[in-house]
């Protein structure tokens, strides 16, 4: 991906990260984001607590919802059960957000979103 391009979808990442609803997986994710330098008013660590609370927590003004779990086997089982909870809410979930996050910072977790984050600045 051409560093053009890469500045671009940065930028469409931190428009997302806050306007949306963001759920992670936990605490060190909440952390990670915010070290990386993102600004994310309203995000939700999920670790603990029942889905459906997690659904009554979320606050929502015609955006989806984000969901920024890890991308292994468990992070995508997480993303799955999350997804199918939302829609029978009629909450809509922002598939192609986390796609986008995924193909810029390449990261296997979450947690490695600040180093991720110090090499894209460091190709300028």
Do not use: C, N
């Not at 603990?48 to 089982?77: A, C, H, M, N």
């Not at 809509?92 to 977790?109: E, H, I, Q, S, Y």
Request: net charge positive.
């Amino acid at each position: 991906m051409e560093t053009q391009e890469k500045r671009k979808l940065l930028s469409k990442i931190r428009l997302m990260l806050e306007k949306e609803a963001v759920l992670v997986e936990g605490k060190k994710d909440v952390s990670a984001l915010a070290t990386a330098g993102f600004t994310v008013p309203r995000i939700i660590a999920v670790q603990g607590t029942k889905p459906e609370r997690i659904v009554g927590k979320l606050e929502l003004d015609g955006t989806g919802v984000l969901l920024l779990f890890d991308f292994d086997d468990e992070g995508k089982r997480k993303e799955a059960a999350y997804e199918a909870i939302l829609a029978s809410y009629g909450i809509p979930v922002d598939r192609p957000g986390r796609k986008a996050f995924r193909a810029l910072f390449r990261v296997r977790t979450v947690e490695d979103l600040p180093h991720a984050m110090a090499e894209l600045r460091k190709e300028g």
